[in-house]
């Protein structure tokens, strides 16, 4: 019923920015958020934002980094990622829920399929 696409992905220098962008089918607001996986290391949230997006959540490794934003007239959720680093490196999934607290235990039942960020030294 729900499909999201992520896209923004690429390759960076220490340092530099990127912005992921998760489009969402239909029109129906929801909260929503990003994980990311690293070869050998567990799903870990990046960050979340509420239906309205007046509540967010950050993971403690990108707070004063990354920003989490949506623009519910598009139906899209944005990460913009600014003094990246290289363990940041990870694929990115966006994550979409009807209840706040499945995106920050990592029980959405949404998911995309993923974009590649890599962040060269």
């Known amino acids: 019923q729900v499909q999201l696409a992520e896209s923004g992905g690429g390759l960076v220098q220490a340092g530099g920015s990127l912005r992921l962008s998760c489009a969402s089918s239909?029109?129906?607001?929801?909260?929503m958020g990003w994980y990311r996986q690293a070869p050998g290391k567990q799903r870990e949230l990046v960050a979340a934002i509420s239906r309205g997006g007046s509540m967010t959540n950050y993971a403690d490794s990108v707070k004063g980094r990354f920003t989490i934003s949506r623009d519910n007239a598009k139906n899209t959720v944005y990460l913009q990622m600014n003094s990246l680093k290289p363990e940041d490196t990870a694929v990115y999934y966006c994550?979409?829920?009807?209840?706040?607290?499945?995106?920050?235990?990592?029980?959405?039942?949404?998911w995309g399929q993923g974009t590649q960020v890599t962040v060269s030294s």
């Open positions: 994550a979409a829920d009807f209840d706040y607290s499945n995106i920050l235990t990592g029980r959405s039942n949404y």
């Open positions: 239909g029109s129906a607001f929801r909260p």
